[in-house]
């Protein structure tokens, strides 16, 4: 049974330590060789952790259904650290990223999407989710 309870709250904690993309929101429409605002929000935990990164890619996917984010990344738009911070009382702390969507990129569906990795806990146990939006290129 105590195993059984452990299990639970590990798995409790390990989605406690998730991110969340705040910006762009579903469907935005941008243009080829654009910048765009990445928001990854990472709301405070009640377990320690240590941010070791992000990747941003987009994967354009215009007529066909999008690769799973987890087998295909797609183009990297950025790689590299991630460090939220407190930018208001009512907001999680969060990051954004400027990134340049590719001009060469299809018009139609396209998936951004961002991995975050974190190590969690005293023990810093590794941690890496896979987040997705879909936009539009237009």
């Given at each position: 049974?105590?195993?059984?309870?452990?299990?639970?709250?590990?798995?409790a904690s390990a989605f406690a330590?998730?991110?969340?993309?705040?910006?762009?929101?579903?469907?935005?429409?941008?243009?080829?060789?654009?910048?765009?605002?990445?928001?990854?929000?990472?709301?405070?935990?009640?377990?320690?952790?240590?941010?070791?990164?992000?990747?941003?890619?987009?994967?354009?996917?215009?007529?066909?259904?999008?690769?799973?984010?987890?087998?295909?990344?797609?183009?990297?738009?950025?790689?590299?650290?991630?460090?939220?911070?407190?930018?208001?009382?009512?907001?999680?702390?969060?990051?954004?990223?400027?990134?340049?969507?590719?001009?060469?990129?299809?018009?139609?569906?396209?998936?951004?999407?961002?991995?975050?990795?974190?190590?969690?806990?005293?023990?810093?146990?590794?941690?890496?989710?896979?987040?997705?939006?879909?936009?539009?290129?237009?």
């Amino acid at each position: 049974m105590k195993s059984v309870l452990s299990l639970a709250l590990f798995v409790a904690s390990a989605f406690a330590q998730g991110a969340v993309i705040g910006y762009p929101p579903q469907g935005l429409s941008v243009s080829p060789g654009s910048n765009l605002i990445v928001q990854v929000e990472r709301p405070a935990t009640l377990t320690g952790s240590v941010e070791v990164a992000v990747v941003i890619g987009i994967q354009s996917c215009p007529g066909t259904p999008c690769i799973n984010p987890a087998d295909y990344m797609g183009q990297i738009l950025y790689n590299g650290p991630f460090d939220p911070q407190v930018h208001g009382l009512y907001l999680p702390p969060y990051e954004n990223f400027t990134v340049q969507i590719p001009s060469s990129i299809a018009s139609g569906t396209a998936l951004l999407e961002v991995v975050h990795v974190t190590l969690v806990g005293a023990s810093a146990g590794p941690f890496l989710e896979i987040l997705n939006r879909t936009i539009t290129i237009s």
